[in-house]
């Protein structure tokens, strides 16, 4: 969303930094824009819905029966798009929707604390912040161990428990609490709101926050470094509600695992190496029977072999086999030195090829091949006793081996 040009406007009254728990509120409609590439755009000479910005997404809610889905600041005039139009001069009802409001509180009120620890214990600077939808993320200036990161949590965990209390005041730019802060609001800055927990964290911030850490409902670390952005090391974490829920998903996930492996958590590590043992083996034996089905099915495809001239032609679809059994059935019916092997099977929609031909026979298997895979859409080749390869067109196939079929026969009896 793109503000219209606010200097004909007065600055909006912001109770999201008055009030900050305040969820309903009354406003005059001062103006409204309409655009097709932006919307309908609408300015209140008071507001309670906080615009995106410094990492917080935009509050969202209701203006009467419109409802509102994004709010945005230019020059201190705020500016909601809505999903229908208001008429200037009218009084409205605006509503914040307050669970979406409460979380991004807790999330943001999280990370200030989490970035102070990580800050005063392990010297990482958080230079970098995002609040997602299921996650909030921070980049480091610092890699830290999943150690540090562990010891962390508890340590925010246990400032949580503190109930220590968390404020917001507008002070001047040469106002000594600034020199205490964290960082450095902007240079051209004149008046600059900050964000205290009290006897612990002071930064320049324009977000909401929970009233204090206990408000903040625990904290929880979701990855342990490794990923990097832009040369900075980045984590993620959720808090409060979020937490909840999480912590409700893994139960329901945990429940599910164990009954279905018959067993409880504390075994999970167990079972698995039990699984793992019981998948080799079976591995093994399916192995052990895929080898005795080969000669099996060869003595049945040599059976229906064609003559042509002194040779036998085997000519087949094996759907029904692993595509990796392809080769060995070809080497089985190929041993014998007068047998020529043209093997085709549909995998995944896709069309695979293996010909071979035994010692006596006087066929080309690569060129054969190369033309039936051009009729799969594909490629392929290899040496005149053996060829595989195949094409994308698995609906071809039938018509790749009967073409086939066709030349290699004229090829024998000419």
């Known amino acids: 969303m793109t503000p219209p040009d606010p200097t004909t406007l007065p600055p909006t009254r912001r109770f999201f930094w008055e009030e900050p728990l305040r969820e309903r509120f009354e406003a005059e409609v001062l103006s409204v824009e309409v655009s097709q590439a932006e919307g309908i755009q609408v300015v209140l000479d008071q507001t309670a819905f906080y615009p995106e910005g410094g990492g917080q997404p935009a509050d969202e809610g209701r203006l009467g029966e419109a409802e509102v889905t994004d709010v945005q600041e230019q020059d201190e005039v705020v500016w909601h798009l809505l999903d229908r139009r208001l008429q200037v001069g009218e009084r409205v009802e605006g509503v914040i929707d307050w669970g979406r409001r409460w979380d991004h509180m807790q999330q943001h009120s999280g990370q200030h604390l989490l970035s102070r620890v990580l800050m005063r214990d392990f010297e990482a600077e958080t230079r970098g912040f995002h609040l997602g939808a299921d996650e909030v993320?921070?980049?480091?200036?610092?890699?830290?161990?999943?150690?540090?990161?562990?010891?962390?949590?508890?340590?925010?965990?246990?400032?949580?428990?503190?109930?220590?209390?968390?404020?917001?005041?507008?002070?001047?730019?040469?106002?000594?609490?600034?020199?205490?802060?964290?960082?450095?609001?902007?240079?051209?800055?004149?008046?600059?709101?900050?964000?205290?927990?009290?006897?612990?964290?002071?930064?320049?911030?324009?977000?909401?926050?929970?009233?204090?850490?206990?408000?903040?409902g625990g904290l929880h670390i979701l990855s342990t470094g490794g990923r990097k952005v832009h040369g900075l090391?980045?984590?993620?974490?959720?808090?409060?509600?979020?937490?909840?829920?999480?912590?409700?998903?893994?139960?329901?996930?945990?429940?599910?695992?164990?009954?279905?492996?018959?067993?409880?958590?504390?075994?999970?590590?167990?079972?698995?190496?039990?699984l793992q043992e019981q998948n080799k083996d079976f591995k093994r034996d399916v192995t052990e029977l895929r080898s005795a089905l080969v000669p099996l099915r060869a003595a049945v495809l040599l059976e229906a072999a064609e003559k042509a001239g002194a040779a036998r032609v085997v000519t087949a679809r094996v759907d029904d086999l692993p595509p990796e059994t392809l080769p060995a059935l070809a080497a089985a019916l190929s041993a014998h030195?007068?047998?020529?092997?043209?093997?085709?099977?549909?995998?995944?929609?896709?069309?695979?090829?293996?010909?071979?031909?035994?010692?006596?026979?006087?066929?080309d298997m690569g060129a054969l091949l190369r033309d039936a895979a051009r009729i799969l859409g594909g490629g392929g080749g290899g040496a005149p006793d053996y060829a595989s390869g195949g094409g994308p067109q698995g609906e071809e196939l039938d018509t790749a081996l009967t073409a086939t079929r066709k030349s290699l026969i004229a090829q024998l009896t000419a």
């Open 233 to 274: 090391h980045r984590i993620a974490f959720i808090c409060g509600g979020r937490l909840r829920r999480d912590y409700a998903r893994l139960e329901r996930l945990t429940s599910g695992l164990s009954l279905l492996l018959t067993t409880a958590p504390e075994q999970f590590g167990e079972r698995f190496e039990d």
């Open 337 to 363: 030195s007068d047998v020529v092997v043209l093997l085709g099977a549909e995998v995944g929609g896709a069309g695979r090829l293996v010909f071979a031909r035994g010692e006596e026979v006087k066929a």
């Open 137 to 216: 993320t921070i980049d480091l200036t610092v890699e830290l161990t999943p150690e540090q990161l562990a010891l962390a949590e508890a340590r925010v965990n246990a400032l949580i428990d503190d109930e220590i209390p968390i404020t917001a005041r507008l002070v001047a730019r040469d106002d000594p609490a600034i020199e205490r802060a964290r960082k450095r609001p902007p240079e051209d800055v004149t008046e600059v709101r900050l964000v205290e927990i009290e006897g612990l964290d002071t930064v320049p911030c324009g977000g909401t926050h929970v009233p204090s850490t206990a408000r903040i």
